[in-house]
Structures are given as structure tokens and as C-alpha cells.
Nanobody, 124 residues
């Protein structure tokens, strides 16, 4: 099991930037696939981005809605994954969740462990 704690969410104006952090503890972090999802009231969690490592190669995955604006990264020495969000739009407003799993997927059900979420609000 992995414990995940997100931070960095806040109110920001449209066009602004935020960096979310997710600190992990428990299982070996470097072997985990780490993902970011987001959720708005009344909707299912939506895949945002994921990162995995295969040997010396790191793979990055993004939802079309955030491609070119968001960047996922990880620091294995700090057991932390980040989501850099630029050019934010009001439609990016959501609770953002960090997730850990054993293999890459865009489906929330394929991730084993979740953080408590951090609220991002983008004002127009």
C-alpha cells in the first residue's frame, strides 16, 4: 500500500500557473506508475496525466484537454510526483487526485492507491 498526500491547489486566475505535488510513502516509489486525475461535482474522475518508468526510459501520458499545457514529472529521490499546470482555464477547476498503480491506465479503477485530493479553482 502507498500513502499519498497532495498539495499545491489554490485559487488562480485564468492564464496562470500552478504546481501540484504528491508525496508518496510505503511501497517502492520508483517502480510505481503515478497518475493525476481530476473530478468536478456530479462527474466521474477524469484522467489528466500519468508517468511510468521502464528501465532507463520514462513515459509520459496526457489527456488531450491538457496536452501542451500540463507537465507531469517525478523525483524518485523525494518520492514525489508533480503536475505543472500552465495556461490554466476555468474548465480546469476541479479536485485533483494523485494515484499510484502497477501499470499504466487511463481508468481510475486500475489504480490501487489514492490521495485525498487538492482543490484547484481557476477564475475567469
Amino acid at each position: 500500500q502507498v500513502q499519498l498526500v497532495e498539495s499545491g491547489g489554490r485559487l488562480v486566475q485564468a492564464g496562470g500557473s500552478l504546481r501540484l505535488s504528491c508525496a508518496a510513502s510505503g511501497r517502492s516509489f520508483s517502480n510505481l506508475v503515478m497518475g493525476w486525475f481530476r473530478q468536478t461535482p456530479g462527474k466521474e474522475r477524469e484522467f489528466v496525466a500519468a508517468i511510468r518508468r521502464n528501465g532507463v526510459t520514462t513515459y509520459y501520458y496526457y489527456a488531450d484537454s491538457v496536452k501542451g499545457r500540463f507537465t507531469i514529472s517525478r523525483d524518485n529521490a523525494k518520492n514525489t510526483v508533480y503536475l505543472q499546470m500552465n495556461s490554466l482555464k476555468p474548465e480546469d477547476t476541479a479536485v485533483y487526485y494523485c494515484a499510484a498503480g502497477g501499470s499504466y491506465s487511463k481508468r481510475e479503477y486500475d489504480y490501487d492507491d489514492w490521495g485525498q485530493g487538492t482543490q484547484v479553482t481557476v477564475s475567469s
